[in-house]
């Protein structure tokens, strides 16, 4: 069954010149781009999308970071798409949890600056889509 996650490739990805190579990377896993968009974030819409994370320790730099620089959003599609962007991200620390091969895994050193974002579950995919492609939600 066709499934929908969100991802994000973060500033730092956007910085660094990693786009294409993340992209690359995500239509070799065999998923569909359904959406693919350079955005630019305020704290608003962070606060949004990170809404699970209000009132960790961590929250204040994180939004600062998401909203520090220009971020490419899209929507990929694929049967279990939500678990196979996750696979090829890595964990979310890309030294201690992240297994080699995947994008935060080779590429980057820091748990707050680790490339990009996947949606947790299906659920969380749903209301991802909505906040940030609401054209493209059922
Ligand atoms: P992401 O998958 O986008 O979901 C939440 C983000 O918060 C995560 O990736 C990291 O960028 C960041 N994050 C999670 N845990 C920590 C932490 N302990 N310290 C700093 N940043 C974190």
Redesign the pocket.
Known sequence: MTERTLVLIKPDGVRRGLVGDIISRIERKGLTLAALELRQIDEDMAGRH?AE?QGKP?FPS?VEFITSGPLVAGVLEGPRAVAAFRQIAGG?DPVEKAAPGTIRADFALE??E?LV?GSDSPESAEREIALWFPNLSD
Do not use: A
Request: cysteine-free; charged content about 0%.
């Open positions: 990170y994370h961590f994180l979310t748990t707050q680790n974002h």
